[in-house]
């Protein structure tokens, strides 16, 4: 299959049509960075002195030299400079260590390296060029020929069996990427967003497509700077109309804030398979205009396929396709003996085209391996897919052993090779384990001579040589590797050994409750109860085996919790049964009451975590279907998981009822190597200094707040506290102009929700400042999104509103505060409760929340029972809380509220006061705070009589929110 194909005029390189785009508009911005800003005329002049001063050193036509700058506008300075030369620029990765770097430099045959002035310290015989230059410009003419076959750039990628091999990517391969591109639309005036590792070819795009356009590169900060719950806000302030994720970090902003991609008008993302249920969460949401997942590999200049992601290409997918063939490019699927498979058939990809490399560099029997001619030069990617019916190209997986990691190549060979050049192993073997943003690389290794410091000397040798993505982060020392019964090393068995009973530390959320119940026994409020309106009769033996399936798969449903020399520590066991309890009611007058009371009543029962992690309770025989009750204790899971619980829960059951096996995948990370790892995380002096210095920030909002300010003493916190939780139905039409004003504001709905919020309670409680808490589902890393557990984390914004304020001022305010608050999201709340006050409701007593979809979604669309809802336990964890839920039917607000503290009529009030205050800047966001209204003309709307259906929505989703 072929995709459309444009001329190419053979003498212009990329570099003459960045020229075309200086004399289209030498004053528009070329680079917005945050080592300056520069037009297209600057870019140009500064790039022509250095291409001046290169000159001057001897670079000629053919020659190579390196860049070492991370991403500024000096970078792209520089790959212009070297391009206008008739060289081809080398990308260094800023972060490896000098040995990979002297391994690149010499396989590259680089004399010269153009870097910043504190830049990296460079091998003997190569010089650097420092950057700015101080040096006068010299007269430089261009070279007088040119040849699109000329190398642009030569990409290292990571090398089978030995040092990383460079791709030599020419001019004519780029103007493939950037003419009349297929997978995205980019215009004169278009800002495009630069976030990619120089040494990552992502960069290609993001530099050469924007400045082949007339657009200007916006250098953003590096992806670990910007929280979870910050990227809406930094892509419509920076005003970001196209970027490139890859699909690690596409998934984990994705999961995280969907809405977060609602101001561009192409988001391209790409690197590794993607999961359809995060593609569809996004589209669910306030989705970018156009949505494309790309594929290609280096040899293929960055992007070789593309997939338009609409609610109508992606439905009922199993996967995303990678898609179709970019303008220019041509794909082939064919067999071992080179002869194409028939539609549906699985084949290995062969990519043709302008768009293909020339090779690899002095490496001619690798070259002819993989780059063939046959009409043209085609590539042999070793990917395995298939074409489906409509033509679209399915990513199946990989030929041969490589692997990718956070959108980079790694050949474990390579790998192997430096550990064992080390001496320190006699064999070892290295795969990568887990996806997405935890996936990770584990490698087992021989000792050559016994030594009690073998994995961190190993680790400490290995990243002298190797960049730090490179660098398995567990080691596991065997006495000798398992071997297949052809003699080779049997990888599954060293997989499968790095998982009887495991002793583990709790988390900090985990040890947070552990102390609150030894406190306050005997409190309901830490029991999750889900109960179940079975569709017809429940067959026991398959729910007891589906149940048993779920616990297998789920650690945190087996484990129990024990005291070890003084400290609580969980314990993961291997039994899967899970105690069921059967009660009679069909003797009673009204069965389906009588039982219905009786699940009520236990869901108030205390939750006690000595108990089993997980309980079920059975009502057999019921005129309105069977019930079914499942208990959980807080401790192992938070209202994320019970979505995951149920929906695993109800693929086992239908598998089993079928005469099949239950099909619950392994997971790729368990939650006590999250634990683990958080818990040293919380231990670190970094994690110290910043509670400390978050704990002063906030030092000064300590103590009460409340919303209900009669006279009288205000009964203390004390024991278990008894609460109720009513729920307010808000206009649907209000909910589609609080999502309009968000974009015109360009910021969130939580910021504008939020801001809302803050003006009730700046009302009812009389203070200007004051702390308001929110949570975070803190599944920052895609592959805990279908792990069991408790993760969520509670996380304080300091509010200050003001009467003579604006309120678009006020919701800017906000949000700022909020992106504060979230990039200080994984401290633990017990460390900064402790650090700012010796009282834990001292710091925060109200807490606001905003829940996008329901948990409840995730059982998909036939589950084995009618009705779900999460019987009220009569407890609360807060003062008062409440929780913004937008739904497919708009906006339900939720008030939880502790009945010893505030009145019904007053809940009532505050939620009625919130949707006044939203209709008001809905129609007059420049509102200021004293004249926005207390009410709305209906008056404390009571609170709506929700269906069970919307009940369970609200409650599942809204578990998470009380770690």
């Not at 459309?4 to 528009?28: E, N, T, W």
């Not at 439905?315 to 063939?325: K, N």
């Amino acid at each position: 299959m072929s995709a459309s194909v444009l001329p190419l005029r053979v003498h212009r390189g990329i570099h003459h049509l960045v020229a075309d785009r200086v004399a289209d508009g030498p004053d528009r911005p070329a680079v917005a960075a945050p080592d300056g800003d520069l037009t297209y005329q600057q870019l140009w002049d500064r790039s022509g002195d250095l291409a001046a001063a290169l000159a001057a050193r001897g670079v000629a036509v053919g020659d190579r030299v390196a860049v070492a700058l991370d991403r500024s506008a000096a970078l792209v300075v520089a790959l212009l400079a070297i391009a206008r030369t008739g060289s081809a620029y080398v990308p260094l990765d800023p972060s490896a260590p000098p040995a990979r770097t002297a391994v690149v430099l010499a396989e590259a045959g680089c004399r010269l390296v153009v870097r910043g002035r504190d830049g990296i310290a460079l091998p003997d015989g190569v010089t650097a060029v420092e950057l700015p230059l101080v040096e006068t410009a010299a007269s430089w003419q261009p070279p007088a020929a040119f040849d699109t076959e000329s190398p642009l750039y030569v990409a290292f990628t990571s090398g089978s069996t030995g040092p990383p091999k460079g791709v030599l990517v020419p001019h004519r391969a780029v103007l493939r990427l950037v003419t009349g591109p297929s997978y995205c639309r980019i215009g004169p005036g278009d800002r495009v967003a630069q976030l990619a590792n120089p040494a990552f070819d992502a960069t290609t795009f993001e530099v050469w497509a924007t400045l082949a356009a007339g657009a200007t590169i916006v250098v953003l900060p590096a992806a670990g700077e910007v929280p979870i719950g910050g990227w809406g806000e930094l892509l419509a302030r920076r005003r970001i109309v196209a970027m490139f994720l890859t699909t690690a970090l596409f998934d984990l902003i994705a999961r995280g804030e969907p809405t977060a991609f609602a101001s561009l008008d192409t988001l391209l993302f790409g690197g590794e398979t993607v999961d359809p249920l995060v593609v569809r969460r996004v589209l669910d949401a306030q989705p970018p205009a156009r949505l494309v997942h790309v594929y290609g590999p280096t040899e293929a200049t960055t992007f070789a396929t593309y997939f338009d992601c609409t609610a109508e290409t992606v439905s009922g997918r199993e996967r995303v396709p990678i898609g179709f063939p970019l303008q220019q490019t041509s794909l082939r699927v064919l067999d071992g003996e080179r002869r194409a498979v028939a539609m549906g058939a699985e084949g290995e990809l062969w990519i043709g085209g302008p768009g293909v490399a020339l090779g690899y560099l002095d490496r001619p029997e690798a070259t002819a391996e993989r780059f063939v001619p046959d009409g043209g030069l085609w590539y042999r990617t070793g990917d395995r897919v298939r074409q489906r019916p409509d033509g679209a190209i399915d990513f199946l997986g990989r030929t041969d052993r490589q692997v990718k990691l956070r959108g980079f190549r790694i050949e474990p060979g390579e790998i192997e090779a430096a550990a064992l050049a080390t001496g320190l192993v006699s064999a070892v073997a290295v795969d990568k384990t887990g996806d997405g943003v935890l996936a990770h690389l584990v490698g087992f290794a021989v000792a050559a001579e016994p030594r009690p410091d073998l994995t961190s000397a190993l680790s400490a040798a290995l990243h002298t040589s190797l960049p730090d993505y490179m660098v398995p982060t567990r080691w596991v020392v065997l006495p000798q590797l398992p071997l297949t019964g052809t003699g080779k090393i049997d990888r599954v068995q060293l997989l499968a050994s790095v998982g009887g009973d495991r002793t583990a530390p709790l988390s900090t959320v985990q040890e947070g409750l552990w102390f609150l119940e030894a406190a306050e026994p005997g409190t309901a409020a830490y029991g999750i109860p889900l109960l179940l309106r079975w569709s017809g009769t429940v067959d026991r033996a398959a729910l007891a085996g589906a149940l048993a399936a779920v616990v297998a798969r789920h650690e945190a449903l087996r484990t129990t919790y024990r005291v070890v020399d003084d400290h609580p520590v969980q314990v993961v066991g291997t039994n899967a049964d899970v105690p069921m309890t059967v009660i009679d009611a069909t003797d009673q007058p009204d069965p389906d009451g009588a039982a219905q009371s009786d699940a009520e009543l236990r869901a108030r029962e205390p939750a006690s975590i000595a108990a089993p992690p997980l309980r079920c309770t059975v009502w057999p025989g019921l005129p309105g279907g069977d019930l079914v009750l499942l208990s959980v204790h807080h401790i192992a899971v938070d209202g994320w998981s019970t979505g995951v619980l149920l929906a695993d829960l109800a693929t086992a059951y239908r598998a089993i009822l079928a005469g099949e096996s239950p099909d619950l995948p392994p997971l790729p990370v368990r939650f006590t190597d999250y634990a683990t790892s958080e818990r040293q995380q919380a231990a670190s002096a970094a994690t110290a200094r910043l509670v400390a210095e978050r704990a002063a920030e906030l030092s000064d909002l300590v103590g009460e707040l409340s919303l209900d300010r009669r006279p009288g003493p205000r009964p203390p916190v004390t024991g278990p506290r008894a609460g109720e939780r009513q729920l307010y139905e808000l206009d649907p039409a209000l909910w589609t102009d609080v999502q309009e004003l968000a974009r015109r504001l360009r910021t969130t709905p939580f910021g504008v929700l939020l801001a809302a919020f803050a003006v009730v309670v700046r009302r009812w409680s009389g203070r200007a400042e004051f702390l308001l808490g929110t949570a975070v589902a803190n599944r920052d890393e895609p592959e805990l999104d279908e792990v069991v557990g408790l993760f969520a984390n509670t996380v304080p914004i300091r509010c200050t509103v003001a009467d003579d304020q604006p309120f678009t001022a006020l919701c800017a305010a906000a949000a700022d505060e909020a992106l504060t608050a979230l990039m200080l999201s994984s401290l633990p709340y017990d460390q900064l409760v402790s650090a700012a006050t010796r009282e834990r409701a001292a710091l925060v007593q109200v807490v606001f929340g905003f829940l996008f979809s329901p948990a409840a979604a995730r059982t998909g669309p036939n589950p084995p029972w009618t009705e779900f809802t999460s019987p009220d336990t009569g407890s609360v964890k807060f003062d008062l809380a409440l929780f913004a839920e937008a739904g497919p039917d708009g906006l339900t607000l939720a008030v939880e509220y502790d009945t010893a503290r505030y009145r019904r009529d007053l809940v009532d009030a505050i939620a009625d006061g919130t949707r006044a205050v939203l209709a008001a800047v809905c129609r007059d966001p420049e509102a200021a705070i004293g004249a926005l209204p207390r009410s709305t003309p209906a008056a404390r709307t009571a609170s709506t009589d929700l269906s069970a259906q919307q009940l369970a929505r609200l409650v599942a989703r809204r578990k998470e929110h009380t770690p």
